[in-house]
């Protein structure tokens, strides 16, 4: 097969690529990275470029794309195969995303006779990674860094992800070798922004959920992506980084906790760790709320725990203009009159571009507010910013062509109220189903803690409305910041914090929500908005 030559624009960077190769492959080859949430199967539309030479669109170009972004010559980087010489005009933008790395500090125990010498602890999110440099001797933060998962533009989920490793020649190795790629970046950066040795960091702590754990080890995932989603390392790991290609001393070793259940992972297990829900002398919901929502319940320290399916719809994957919380994004918005503008907050107090998770529970929240949806999630013709066109159905308008300098506007539409519905049940009947297990009601719950980037960021008004949390009073509801990375840094201190670790995981009982005779009845239930 024949090479042919690609141009990236605007940066003129030049590769040799075989005839055949997808633009979104060529960008992967060269490290460039365009939104690609589906994982390159056509169906979420968000890898748009320009291409010139161009040719006839496909009919998942047709799909996704308007009239006048295929007359300029816009097209699915995943769709588009490249046969001759081509010239590619990626999105031009300067991003700042939203990462959440503050934790609650906690008191932990440390082990003895480590003088200067210097960890890290590594929270591996499915989107995004937080590296902290903490002193052994005394476990204070030195510093910390942050960065998005580069495994993002092989698929924005799990699942997409553990299709690629499955279906592609090499393909566990490859996204093994862009995650370990970039932690040996963060590594660099933290000893650069501190000054010292890298000899002088002699342990590494990982924790993520069951996918991240396994892609990071190159470990089997087919288990993973069939039921009963078995993971095929369950137990704690400790090896040597340099096994990996993690650029550490001969002296260091890595460890990762243990995995409780297919999509409960070492981040759960974090979870439960910094927050001692073994201790807790109340009734504790605790949620991560994302593709693969984690719902822990202590039952005055007795523990359960279920992996809640959400899908990406919170991550704006599956919305028509959602994304990820960076520039360009609203994170907020309320609706005072419902023929008036909506409020909207944008990160980085740039030009709207889309709507993420934050946004998304706001838009829906405050549709069901002003009635322009009702509680069965069905759009109304109550509003004059409620349109219709043969494309999108249904849809209303957040901003308008003419509310917009770049003339682009942003809805939402229904197809996006039924994602969030989906994605909600998947929470609410988790919750339900764990509280059912243990002979609680929702009444009977004391506190709700919100674990992750997103359960930090959401209004708690917007999402009892919509019936994402359980009805409680908004002060019982408590974001616990990035609980996962604090038990990291519990787990990094000490062995006696690794032993407790272990402990918790056998102590936690894990419910397999499919097995369950009425998750069927409940999911269905919960679908209303309410």
């Known amino acids: 097969m024949s090479n042919v030559v690609v141009i990236f624009e605007p940066s003129g960077l030049r590769v040799l690529v075989e005839s055949g190769t997808t633009i979104l492959e060529a960008t992967r080859k060269v ?64 991003e700042q995303v939203k990462i959440l790395s503050k934790s609650e500090t906690k008191e932990w125990t440390i082990d003895p006779q480590l003088q200067n010498q210097f960890g890290i602890a590594l929270d591996l999110g499915t989107t995004t990674m937080v590296a902290y440099l903490l002193e ?4 204070n933060q030195i510093a910390q ?80 992506g069939l039921s009963p989603y078995l993971p095929s390392i369950s137990g704690p790991t400790t090896i040597k980084p340099q096994q990996l290609g993690i650029q550490m001393s001969d002296d260091s070793e890595l460890y990762l906790p243990s995995n409780i259940a297919g999509f409960v992972g070492g981040d759960t297990v974090g979870f439960i760790l910094s927050q001692r829900l073994d201790l807790a002398d109340d009734v504790v919901i605790g949620i991560d709320i ?21 899908g990406p719809a919170f991550e704006g994957s599956t919305i028509l203009h959602g994304m990820r919380g960076q520039t360009g994004a609203i994170e907020y918005l309320s609706i005072e009159n419902k023929d008036g503008r909506p409020e909207i907050s944008i990160i980085g107090e740039s030009i709207p571009r889309g709507l993420c998770g934050s946004a998304i529970v706001d838009v829906v929240a ?32 957040i901003v308008t062509k003419d509310e917009n300098v770049q003339g682009n506007q942003i809805i939402f539409t229904q197809k996006d109220v039924r994602q969030v519905q989906l994605a909600k049940a998947a929470i609410q009947a988790g919750t339900t189903l764990l509280l059912e297990r243990v002979g609680k009601s929702v009444s009977e719950i004391d506190r709700v803690l919100l674990a992750g980037a997103f359960g930090n960021y ?15 009073e908004v002060s019982q509801i408590i974001p616990v910041g990035n609980a996962a990375g604090e038990g990291a840094k519990g787990l990094l201190l000490s062995k006696k914090n690794r032993e ?27 679908i209303s908005l309410q």
Do not use: W
């Open 366 to 397: 405050e549709l069901l507010k002003v009635g322009i949806i009702d509680n069965t999630g069905r759009l109304l013709k109550q509003s004059i910013r409620v349109q219709e066109n043969e494309k999108q159905g249904l849809s209303y308008l």
């Open 31 to 94: 490290g460039l990275h365009i939104s690609s949430d589906c994982g390159g199967r056509g169906s979420c539309g968000k890898c748009r470029v320009v291409v010139h030479p161009t040719r006839d669109p496909t009919d998942q170009d047709i799909e996704h794309l308007s009239s006048g972004e295929l007359r300029i010559g816009a097209r699915l980087a995943c769709r588009y195969q490249i046969e001759e010489q081509t010239r590619i005009m990626l999105p031009q933008r300067k």
């Open 290 to 310: 994302g593709t693969n929502g984690e719902i822990v319940l202590s039952d005055h320290g007795k523990m359960y725990c279920c992996s809640a399916a959400a």
């Open 500 to 526: 407790l670790a272990e402990r918790l995981v056998k102590e936690t009982q894990y419910i397999e929500l499919a097995s369950q005779e009425r998750f069927q009845e409940v999911f269905l239930q919960s």
């Open 145 to 224: 860094v942050e960065s998005l998962n580069p495994q993002t533009a092989y698929g924005e989920d799990v699942i997409s992800r553990i299709t690629y490793a499955a279906r592609e020649k090499d393909g566990a190795i490859i996204l093994q070798e862009r995650v370990v790629n970039e932690i040996n970046h963060q590594i660099s950066k933290l000893v650069e922004n501190t000054g010292i040795n890298l000899n002088q960091i002699r342990r590494i702590v990982v924790v993520g959920n069951t996918a991240m754990h396994h892609l990071l080890l190159a470990a089997d995932t087919i288990t993973l």
């Open 458 to 472: 959401i209004r708690p008004e917007s999402a009892l409305a919509i019936g994402l949390l359980p009805k409680v």
């Open 136 to 139: 052994l001797s005394n476990g």
